[in-house]
């Protein structure tokens, strides 16, 4: 990517950190390959059933980088709904989602000794970089002793558009 596009997505970033209240948006995969040094070993903070999370850099703040497996049998509808969700979900309780990143290249292979294109994707969720050890832990802290189902239900609420701007704000 062009230097000064780059600096430029880096600053929007940085900007979106520091205000609580901007949208989570569409982020450029150079960006996040820029931020995660193109998802170098390195960076790798965790893994799941569903993702490789990696730590970026913007400026002197951080950011926790989903990658999600490029073996997942995923439909497109899938990711969509997980994004919609996810901006749907703004709460002091929950960890705040930055952006989303859908992107598929066409890349030749070799298939059986035949020339075919292939589509490859990437699917990234971006999130605040959240300190502590164990988000577990971050979410017992911060949830102020709701029990698993009562989190359950807000985070139910939340996606079903159910939640009112009183309890639901994104204090
Ligand atoms: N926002 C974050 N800040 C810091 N570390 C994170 C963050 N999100 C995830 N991690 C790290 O990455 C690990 C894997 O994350 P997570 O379990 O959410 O992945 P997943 O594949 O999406 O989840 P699951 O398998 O539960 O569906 C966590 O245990 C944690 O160490």
Redesign the pocket.
């Known amino acids: 990517m062009d230097g000064k596009i780059s600096i430029r997505y880096k600053v929007d970033l940085e900007r979106m950190l520091l205000n609580g209240s901007a949208q989570p948006t569409h982020m450029q995969l150079s960006l996040l390959e820029d931020i995660t040094d193109c998802f170098s070993d390195d960076q790798q ?9 990696y ?1 970026g850099i913007v400026g002197k703040r951080m ?2 980088m ?1 990658k ?2 490029q073996t997942l049998d995923m439909h497109e509808n899938k990711f969509h709904k997980e994004v919609e969700c996810l901006m749907k979900a703004k709460h002091k309780n929950i ?1 705040r989602f930055l952006g989303y990143c859908s992107d598929t290249q066409g890349r030749i292979a070799d298939y059986e000794g035949k020339f075919v294109m292939a589509d490859l994707r990437n699917w990234l ?1 971006c ?9 577990d832990k971050y979410i017992t802290d911060a949830s102020g002793g709701l029990e698993w189902g009562e989190r359950y239900q807000i985070i139910k609420g939340i996606c079903e558009g159910n939640c009112t701007e009183r309890r639901f704000g994104t204090s």
């Open positions: 903070i965790g893994s799941g059933g569903f993702a490789v999370v730590k950011v926790a989903k999600l497996s960890v969720l999130f605040e970089y959240v300190p502590n050890e164990s988000l």
